[in-house]
């Protein structure tokens, strides 16, 4: 059974919220992995509509959308940042906040429009 828009809306207010708290306190990495999880939401509730060949874990998702010419520039460039992999200093290779990021993909992904 698919999920609401309500409860992805939910699911995903819960991530942030936990990514943003986390990024208060200094863990940039589980702020990180909840903006992925919350983009990720977002976009497999688009498929529910939209259906694709992607891969479903988060990771795919992310790099599948950022690859996909009919999403947005500036979301595929969220997309991209958000999947990129940190370096051995746990330091990501963008100094964007990847809850920005998130927010970005949500708003595309949960709107009229991109369904």
Not at 32 to 49: E, H, P, S, Y
Request: glycine share 4%.
């Amino acid at each position: 059974m698919s999920a609401s828009i309500d409860e992805v809306r939910q699911e995903i207010q819960k991530e942030l919220a936990t990514g943003n708290t986390a990024l208060r306190s200094g863990n940039a990495g589980m702020a990180r992995v909840c903006a992925r999880r919350a983009a990720g939401a977002a976009i497999a509730f688009w498929l529910q509509r939209n259906p694709r060949n992607w891969k479903r874990d988060v990771m795919s998702l992310l790099h599948a959308a950022s690859m996909n010419d009919e999403v947005p520039s500036l979301v595929r460039d969220a997309c991209m940042r958000l999947e990129a992999r940190i370096n051995v200093n746990f330091q990501s290779p963008f100094s964007t906040n990847p809850l920005d990021d998130s927010s970005i993909i949500v708003s595309h992904f949960l709107t009229d429009d991109a369904r």
